[in-house]
């Protein structure tokens, strides 16, 4: 069951720390319908620290059903922050029984920041739950949901030396072709970043796949190799 003392606590702070100038700017830069209260990012995360200690979760299953009635009811974007931010508590970091909220914000958040702010927890599970997790990114990468499969690129950010090159020349391959912005940015710097702990390798795919890497993620991919 949720924490609905949670929940209020979280609601009640994020409008008490309201800036109506700063929302109207947020909101056109995230080209959103749904309205900012112009909350910044680290004082949304500082909300969430204080009302946790407030009102701690007592279970994965209470943490999982608090994050999805805040995420479902959400009338302002940084209500959804404050529910990513709930999911980084360790009580679940290495659970696979979250892989349904972090599925349902990718589809239902449907925009990079929202996506993206889920992309290290995906990490996580994946370095815990490899036998699973593989052939679900793998699913993913080919799911006709674009964020799914950006998701599925983005999955090994964290990894560093230990990524899977495998999987995420897996993952990236069935993209290569998509003129998607979001989905050519993330096999850029997907690869950017596995560059810092395998230069070698990212420069070996990128020639091995020149011609079907776009100008954007060649140039992402290659930007501290040159």
Not at 73 to 78: D, G, H
Not at 86 to 98: E, F, G, K
Not at 106 to 111: C, D, F, H, L, N
Not at 180 to 191: D, P, Q, Y
Request: proline share 4%.
């Amino acid at each position: 069951m949720e924490n609905r003392e949670l929940v209020e606590a979280i609601r009640s702070r994020l409008l008490a720390a309201a800036d109506g100038v700063r929302a109207q700017g947020a909101q056109a830069y995230m080209k959103s319908d749904m309205p900012s209260l112009g909350v910044r990012v680290p004082e949304v995360r500082r909300i969430v620290k204080a009302a946790l200690k407030q009102f701690p979760v007592a279970s994965p299953e209470s943490l999982r059903a608090t994050v999805l009635d805040l995420w479902r009811q959400a009338k302002a974007r940084e209500e959804r922050y404050a529910a990513i931010d709930l999911t980084d508590l360790r009580l679940v970091r290495t659970d696979v029984d979250m892989l349904p909220v972090y599925e349902e914000i990718i589809r239902t958040g449907a925009w990079w920041d929202l996506v993206d702010g889920v992309s290290n927890r995906i990490c996580q599970l994946l370095m815990a739950h490899k036998a699973t997790m593989t052939p679900l990114l793998l699913q993913w990468s080919t799911d006709q949901d674009m964020w799914i499969r950006r998701a599925s690129i983005t999955s090994q950010l964290g990894a560093k030396a230990n990524t899977d090159a495998q999987l995420l020349a897996a993952v990236i391959k069935p993209n290569l072709a998509d003129n998607e912005f979001f989905i050519r940015k993330a096999i850029g710097w997907a690869l950017r970043e596995y560059s810092k702990s395998n230069p070698e390798w990212v420069r070996s795919f990128a020639a091995e796949n020149a011609s079907a890497l776009s100008p954007l993620s060649e140039r992402e991919a290659l930007r501290l190799l040159k």
